[in-house]
């Protein structure tokens, strides 16, 4: 069978087991998660041996140190993927759930009910416990997966696709409601996103490159985390002391994720009195500096920060900070060079805080915190497929209910319509 | 300026106007509205002016009778268009309600809250009332939208815009809310679809050539609705007179419309009481039919349905027969053929409702009740952007909700992750 064929019939699969899995209760797939994580462990050594096989093959291809410690699978690792089913088959299941009724003049009772959305493909690079944490999240929304990682992984994650759909079919699991794409060949990303009518959603993990690729080719929706260009703007009637705490968590506490800032806007107001101290503090913590001419007037050692700057997403310590006339003048900021992400203000003041919080136009909006805690575990979700920067279907972190859909179930007594 | 160039110009200042628009309290668009109904209606002298035109043109490229239906305005119909307008100014204001709030162990206030979706491109066909409804709509929705029409009702919906913008605008409307892509040439509809970053949605309205280029072309999400191949299911135990009225209903009453059903499946153990007496009926309403082996020896006259048949949009008075052996099979044989739009189930057996309502993958499943409810008038909505048979973001009839997305507002006191 050509590729072409192959991800066609893959497809098809996957169509006929949602139809199933959309039956089960949540008992049942509650007992085949938990299934799933049982076989991981009972079956780790053969996870280490295929990972050893993805380590060497990385090694020999001279993947940096930080790639190849994410490649890396450990008995503590495989642990914690277990652990991330078990905490899975323990959220609340959505799929059922009444989202809203209605009685109409005519006596037909509507109801809107949350349902699987049906087939969903994720595609993702390197780190293999992805494998593990996806096919949980879709498959107790009651989604067919389908999953295509990235290749420097590939003998980790045919291993541990395979202990899911043993783990999970022992327990009544129907197989394909895991497939993983085992071919490396780049040309089953393009097939399986152009899957129209089988695929109802892709959702592509990974950097800004692969994202791009996936929007080049994709012919089903997508919902995706572009990148996290997060910023914290200081207002003139901000609590300073608050000011640096939060400016300090939002870069420094973990600059290589998304919801770390990368830039900070000071109100001109406290600019003289805020900069010098907040940047002494950030220099200390080892963060380089880029800013405007303002910032740079008040601060030695600000590198000038160039156009393409203030949309970078660093991931790193370096931090660009511009100084702004007004509360709109950083919105305005925000909205050009932004990813609509997560954007915080630090004020005192109502009115700052309800202009910053209609007018930025992203997926949190915070004031007086830390923009690190766009999450789905810190927004009470339990378990998150990715933050999403789009605005349709899903915005912010994903839990399980945005990897479900409603339909309207509509009973009557032989109304017609006149 | 080229065509590219005048597109990007058109997205920036849709773009702009938005965020205006987002800022803007719901009285405030209400009498905005109020001021493009009165416009409409003060200015009809014109519209018919531009419309005769219209007519005229199409009357010289020999439109069908239909098309030239369609195309025309009239007084009643302009009265019409203003009443349309001064509906959606009295329906509720779903932006910036609470979606949901939740306070987190350390603190923070977690706010989910509707906001517009942004910037809103309608690609639609010869109907020009499309212009004032898609307008309103994403208006009270404090969406900025650019439409595109076509290009028989040229000059009427340019006319039309123009009336829109300056009634909206002399109430204190930003003008370029509503905006109008006057070129006929068909390269504008692939700029706008590729507006990335300008265009947050693309909603085509139209025959199936029209959503197939615009799925082709598109980099913007699109919410669509293809086609309506709508079932309904006699089952063993329906009440027969309950589904001959239904069945008469879905076909008959408005056929060429999206809900009204196409394909009638019948459980063998009735088939013999029901089929005659039903195909008799819908004979007698002009109904032509077409059906498996199974029908065809209970019913002279009826032709042969072929594979493609069972998948095709009549919008006629045309209907194809199927007998079935179970509810299961009346389900698989709608998630193969149908569209995922509208299907019933006429029982007197909740079990089999049960199957049905929970195994149909479609946008509206209905028991004991006629399929053409689906509606968003019906459905209670009061008006609707068309109906999307899309899983994503909106699923059946598009009110004023589904043209909106969420933020989350997150309040604090100086939280920090730790």
Redesign the interface.
Known sequence: MNLHDEMIAMGDRAVAVS?EL??LGAEAKNGMLRGMAAALRARAAELLTANAGDMEAGRAAELSASMLDRLQLTDARIDAMARGLDEVAALRDPVGETLSE?T?PNG?V?RKVR?P??VIAIIYEARPNVTADAAALCFKSANAVILRGGKEAGRSNRAIAQVLREGGAACGMPIDAIQLVETTDREAVRELVQL?GRV??VIPRGGESLIRAV??QA?V?V?KHYKGVCHVFVDASA?LA?AE??V???KC?RPGVCNAMECLLVHEAVASAFLPRMAARLVARGCGLRGDAAARALVDGIRPATEKDWSTEYMALVLNIRVVGSVNEAVAHI?RYGSQHSDAIVTGDEAS?RIF???V??????????T???DGG???MGAEMGIST????A??PMGLEELT?????????????G
Do not use: C, W
């Open positions: 139809r959309a039956k209605t109409r037909l509507i349902v959305i049906g129209t109802d959603l929007m080049e012919r929706p919902i609590d608050m705490s939060i300090e968590n939002a506490q909205n805080a919080t209609q007018e136009d992203s997926a949190a909006v915070y004031v007086n915190a830390s690190r805690f766009t810190e927004f009470g789009d605005k349709l279907h915005r912010g859909t409603y339909k309207y179930v509509v009973r009557g007594s032989g109304q017609v319509r």
